[in-house]
């Protein structure tokens, strides 16, 4: 009898483990960047031992893979079809309303200058994008036995998104915007807010007829 599926909790603990070990990762890479072993030390550091031998293997592919799709295995295969990959997002009106929003704020900031360097536009500007990258690590997902994975990605999309709606008053009350652009800002980030949420109610119900709790 086969395991039971990751919920989306077991799925978030995972993935934060794996931000904590890219965070050190990047730590070391900048401490060690100029020393001569260089990679034999962060191979170390970050446990990828069995990538050494005597001679000193070269380990970069293993980072690569690391850096890559915070590194869950299980989506390498849907590499092989990179086509099949992108529509299954792409086409998604979630993932849309996203890239649009994206769309929205990198002409808002050509508009205003003053937006390149004010830290609550940067964190708009960067949380909307991270928001869009997490929707479409959940929406491309088309293993129907990980929903608890799509699920963990749905909410870190949420909170994206809601830190970049947090961002958008900041720059509205220090009158950095006006409210033209911000209500449109709004309307952008309400609806994937309101999708999100919606289709998050969606999954647990499936999740919920197939294993009950």
């Known amino acids: 009898m ?6 989306e909790y077991e799925w978030e603990r995972f993935l934060q483990e794996q931000d904590r070990k890219t965070e050190h ?5 900048e401490k060690y960047m100029d020393h001569p072993n260089r990679d034999e030390i962060i191979a170390r550091e970050m446990g990828w031992t069995h ?10 592919e293993e980072a ?12 390498e295969e849907a590499a092989e079809d990179l086509e099949g990959f992108f529509d299954a997002f792409e086409r998604h009106p979630l993932y849309q309303a996203a ?3 994206t769309a929205v704020v990198d002409q808002i900031f050509e508009e205003l200058p003053v937006l390149q360097n004010h830290p609550a536009a940067v ?8 928001g869009s990258a997490k929707l479409a690590a959940a929406l491309s997902d088309d293993d129907v036995d990980e929903i608890g994975m799509t699920l963990a990605y749905l909410k870190r999309s949420l909170k994206a998104v809601s830190t970049s709606l947090e961002a958008m008053y900041e ?9 033209a652009r911000a209500d449109l800002l709004g309307q952008h980030i309400f609806r994937i807010r309101d999708g999100i949420i919606e289709e998050m109610g969606n999954i647990r119900a ?8």
Not at 2 to 7: G, I, L, N, V, Y
Not at 123 to 130: F, S, Y
Request: charged letters at 35%; hydrophobic letters at 40%.
């Open 2 to 7: 086969s395991e039971r599926p990751w919920d």
């Open 25 to 29: 990762y990047m730590e070391l890479l």
């Open 51 to 60: 990538l050494l031998d005597e001679n000193g293997v070269d380990w970069t």
């Open 64 to 75: 690569c893979a690391f850096l890559d799709g915070e590194t869950l295995g299980e989506e």
């Open 99 to 101: 890239f649009a929003l």
């Open 123 to 130: 964190r708009l500007a960067t949380q909307a994008a991270i």
């Open 171 to 179: 720059l509205q009350t220090e009158r950095v915007i006006d409210d």
């Open 206 to 213: 499936e999740w919920r007829r197939r294993h009950g709790a």
